[in-house]
């Protein structure tokens, strides 16, 4: 039998362990396993994101995928929004300059040094010749932009960008031809594009455009070099107010969605020729995209056919990346709101809660035990209650609970098999929030004192420096000396976030969301709210968020609407269970975060 070495030409290297970074296709001998190896070739996919904050079409995007922009679009009136996304969630970035509501803006650049140009300005249905620059938390005025104009392409920096195309209607013609080079301050003239056309897809360098499809146009490509277009590859099929990998190089770029029909419509460009690629797996058109190349891009947003707030990422790399999600999980055996909860997503208790109706009786000291799957029954507490707090970071055999509705300062220990009562606190509360572990725990805010906070140390409870503002039924995260709390019920219902270090509270990032009665999972830095209810309207909700110490994103939403659910866990290990949907509810969900993991090398048989 002929050997590798003479099939291939070349030696197997004999090592003692797989090697760290191995490449597509790269064969070795694990002299400790005693495998002959190879590693496995990238494949390419579509994962979900997380949704948009706000849903709708014709909002272009720059950037790249795990730092992108969404700017201006149609949901279904213009606006002039502008969202951050961050590879797991989008957040609030500062509003385009341009009032009241503008689409179609020309961009390109990347996150923290972005250009929008031109645009379609409604209800005045204007097309200015204005540019803006982005630095990651302002726009500013940049150069004059050579003509008025919407649905201008662009490709390269902030200091060496390109814009061409785009639509001067009611000036005619209304198809442009116009290509322009900026400087980081001013636009100077380059090479005309050879076919005239709005709403293609671009991309690239200032130096190796790209420009593929749009109105006017159908299948023509066209290549800049710095100084002229010629003609590139024709893609099989017109394409128009699509999505790009917009800051792909012109030879690794790709393009999808296809204008007036939801469409998965996906291909790439390797600088000749255009290729089939696996579909977007929400089919849309007017969509915004971003990228760094056809191998790592995302897409967001669009109409399929109704406004979307979808977001896909595609990868092809010999890595799996699992998008976070959602998932149902084993019932309470009691359905009940108002619960309490602490450990992990495979380990957690939950502890009281309101059985309303019936009103007589309605608090329970009844508690459950949750290994993953299915929850059991466990010794009831002292005291029967709902609304109270917990010590969040404690695993399930060795956590805490205390105060509780009706109003109370109760303080009780879990060992594992029994409930024993502790030091009371030194303010009665229900609807409090809890951070730390049993021996080493925070409560903060509640009824009837909205902003107090206490430290437990394992024996007393001490009262320390009020919460910056009053509120109750909001969770909490992290531990006695680095905590956070966030939104609640508030004189107009909360979006506000504090954080805790060691006696000092401190302003953080605001949630997108106003929300009360929501769950809340992890750590100061690491943080997840999700389900709950704006106050201002009293619906349930399924939205997600989470934060990273500075700023709340969105995150996959929930499948149950509810408030006043339990919660435990961590941000990327997240549990939530009971709650008000309206009408009380035993439904646990378990939130999973984005995973990325290696595609195993393959073993090979060796005779």
């Not at 797989?18 to 390419?44: H, K, M």
């Not at 019932?331 to 380990?347: E, K, W």
Request: with cysteine; charged share 10%; aromatic share 10%.
């Amino acid at each position: 039998m002929a050997g590798y070495n003479e099939l291939r030409g070349l030696r197997v290297k004999y090592l003692s362990a797989d090697p760290a970074n191995p490449e597509n296709g790269q064969v070795w001998y694990n002299s400790t396993t005693g495998n002959l190896r190879v590693q496995g070739i990238g494949v390419g996919a579509w994962s979900s994101g997380a949704n948009m904050i706000v849903a709708g079409q014709l909002g272009d995007g720059l950037g790249v995928q795990d730092a992108a922009l969404r700017v201006g679009g149609e949901s279904p009136a213009a606006t002039n929004v502008t969202e951050e996304y961050n590879g797991s969630g989008w957040s609030s970035g500062a509003n385009y300059p341009i009032t009241p509501n503008i689409v179609e803006i020309g961009l390109f650049g990347v996150q923290t040094a972005g250009i929008g140009m031109g645009g379609y300005v409604t209800p005045a249905v204007s097309r200015p010749n204005t540019t803006n620059e982005y630095n990651g938390s302002t726009w500013t005025a940049g150069g004059t932009y050579p003509i008025g104009a919407s649905n201008i392409r662009g490709a390269g920096t902030l200091t060496a960008g390109l814009g061409f195309g785009g639509d001067r209607y009611p000036t005619s013609p209304r198809n442009s031809n116009v290509t322009a080079e900026y400087n980081g301050s001013t636009w100077t003239a380059g090479g005309n594009l050879g076919t005239a056309g709005y709403a293609g897809m671009g991309g690239g360098t200032q130096t190796a455009g790209i420009y593929n499809g749009g109105t006017g146009r159908t299948t023509s490509t066209e290549e800049y070099n710095g100084s002229a277009w010629t003609g590139g590859g024709a893609p099989p099929i017109a394409q128009s107010f699509g999505g790009s990998s917009g800051q792909g190089p012109q030879t690794n770029f790709s393009t999808f969605g296809i204008n007036g029909t939801p469409s998965g419509y996906h291909q790439s460009y390797d600088g000749s020729t255009w290729t089939a690629q696996p579909a977007l797996s929400t089919p849309r058109y007017a969509l915004g995209g971003a990228g760094s190349s056809a191998n790592s891009t995302v897409a967001f947003g669009g109409r399929a056919p109704a406004f979307s707030s979808a977001t896909e990422e595609f990868n092809f790399s010999t890595t799996t990346i699992t998008a976070a999600a959602w998932s149902s999980g084993g019932a309470l055996n009691t359905s009940r709101f108002g619960l309490t909860g602490f450990g992990a997503q495979t380990a957690a208790i939950a502890a009281n809660g309101d059985t309303f109706p019936p009103a007589t009786g309605r608090y329970t000291a009844g508690c459950e035990e949750y290994n993953g799957a299915s929850w059991t029954s466990i010794a009831s507490t002292n005291t029967s209650t709902s609304f109270a707090g917990s010590s969040k970071l404690s695993p399930a055999g060795a956590g805490s609970v205390f105060g509780g509705e009706p109003v109370s300062a109760r303080h009780e220990y879990w060992d594992g098999s029994t409930w024993s009562e502790q030091t009371d606190m030194n303010t009665p509360r229900y609807g409090s929030a809890g951070a730390g572990t049993q021996t080493s725990s925070l409560a903060m805010a509640g009824i009837a004192d909205t902003d107090a906070t206490e430290e437990w140390d394992g024996s007393s409870w001490t009262t320390v420096a009020n919460i910056p503002f009053a509120t109750f039924n909001t969770p909490g995260a992290g531990s006695q000396t680095a905590a956070i709390i966030f939104g609640g019920n508030g004189p107009s219902g909360l979006n506000t976030t504090a954080e805790y270090n060691s006696g000092t509270w401190t302003a953080g990032g605001n949630l997108i969301s106003p929300k009360t009665s929501q769950g809340g999972a992890g750590t100061q830095t690491a943080a997840l709210s999700f389900m709950g209810s704006f106050p201002t309207t009293a619906s349930v909700v399924t939205t997600t968020e989470g934060y990273d110490g500075t700023a709340w994103s969105t995150r996959p939403s929930a499948a149950t609407a509810r408030r006043s659910l339990g919660s435990a866990g961590t941000q990327t290990a997240a549990l939530g269970f009971g709650g008000y949907t309206p009408g009380k509810t035993t439904a646990t969900e378990e939130f999973t975060g984005e995973t990325v993991s290696n595609n195993p090398a393959s073993n090979l048989s060796v005779s």
